[in-house]
């Protein structure tokens, strides 16, 4: 069965040290999305791509967030300088949009601890 | 704006039946979906609702009321491993999604 696949899974850096997270969609999957979440609350909304474009980025932090997809399959999610407030699961989605599915499939996610 | 509510946490005993609730606001209303998260890990699809009524698929089951911008997710013949959190996510037209902030639930012996 496809998966969405992540890297790191883990990842623990210093505060004002520069992290990347990767992601892989689905194959065929035009639409990936990258949420952040903190302990305790539901996944937030970062970033939205269909295929290589920005769709909805209001959400993410732009002095210090960057993202993207340049062949339109995988993706890089950047933070620089990364704060301690950064701490949280970052989960990647990706979803294909046939018919009247819209059903969104998640990776396994990348925790980041900054200290 | 867009606001979704659901209760933080809910206990239950193995064995019963549990409802989530899960009320929105929101433009643009396409759909609802409901995901299973257990701790440490990704979430997991349970169901869609686009029209109003019941969905059943197999112990767990959602109803959508669009009118009343509300929905609920029953989980019958609770399993200790139902223990996790469940969130209650909007799908708007342009194909965004906004998640509630989920709804921990404890299945205790």
């Known amino acids: 069965e496809a998966e969405v696949a992540q890297s790191p899974r883990y990842k623990i850096t210093e505060k004002s040290q520069a992290v990347a997270f990767w992601c892989d969609p689905i194959s065929g999957h035009a639409t990936l999305y990258w949420y952040r979440q903190i302990l305790g609350q539901g996944p937030e909304l970062l970033v939205q791509?269909?295929?290589?474009?920005?769709?909805?980025d209001s959400q993410l932090p732009k002095d210090r967030f960057s993202a993207e997809r340049l062949k339109g399959v995988d993706s890089t999610l950047k933070i620089q300088p990364a704060e301690l407030g950064d701490s949280a699961m970052y989960l990647c989605a990706s979803s294909s949009e046939q018919g009247t599915s819209y059903e969104q499939y998640f990776g396994p996610g990348t925790r980041l601890t900054v200290t | 704006g867009q606001n979704i509510d659901q209760p933080t946490e809910m206990t239950a005993t193995e064995g019963a039946i549990v409802q989530i609730n899960c009320t929105y606001q929101t433009s643009g209303f396409n759909g609802l979906f409901w995901y299973q998260q257990h701790a440490g890990e990704a979430p997991t699809f349970l169901s869609y609702?686009?029209?109003?009524g019941l969905e059943e698929k197999g112990r767990f089951s959602s109803f959508l009321s669009r009118s009343k911008g509300y929905s609920y997710l029953l989980l019958k013949e609770l399993q200790m491993k139902d223990s996790a959190s469940y969130l209650c996510a909007v799908h708007n037209y342009g194909q965004n999604f906004v998640f509630g902030p989920g709804t921990r639930l404890s299945v205790l012996p």
């Open positions: 609702n686009v029209l109003d």
């Open positions: 791509f269909q295929d290589e474009s920005v769709v909805d």
